[in-house]
């Protein structure tokens, strides 16, 4: 059984930055395809930043070039950092983890609890 715990989230002022992190239990970590998910009132949830295995990262148009995702195996962690806060990054974010290849929405398997980050204009 996986479980993924999330810090870091918090109220923020736009153009701010806030780091997020997600411990994993379990052995299978270093092989799965991590990922966060972000859930605004009233919308879907969708895809922010993935991360394979190998390292290969994928990011959602509206983040790129202000959001990076990261890993660090050794201790099972997976982090998001988020510069250049807007308004519209508001959300309710998860950590995300397929014990497989694909960062895909649809591949994941296990999720955190999710943590709040309110950006303030």
């Known amino acids: 059984q996986v479980q993924l715990v999330e810090s870091g989230g918090g109220l923020v002022q736009a153009g701010g930055s806030l780091r997020l992190s997600c411990a994993a239990s379990g052995s299978i970590f270093r092989i799965s395809a991590l990922g966060w998910d972000c859930q605004a009132p009233g919308k879907q949830r969708v895809l922010v930043a993935g991360i394979t295995r190998y390292g290969r990262t994928n990011y959602a148009d509206s983040v790129k070039g202000r959001f990076t995702i990261s890993r660090d195996n050794a201790a099972n962690t997976v982090y998001l950092q988020m510069n250049s806060l807007k308004p519209e990054d508001t959300a309710v974010y998860y950590c995300?983890?397929?014990?497989?290849?694909?960062?895909?929405?649809?591949?994941?398997?296990?999720w955190g609890q999710g943590t709040q980050v309110t950006v303030s204009s």
């Open positions: 995300a983890l397929n014990p497989g290849t694909s960062t895909a929405l649809y591949a994941q398997d296990y």
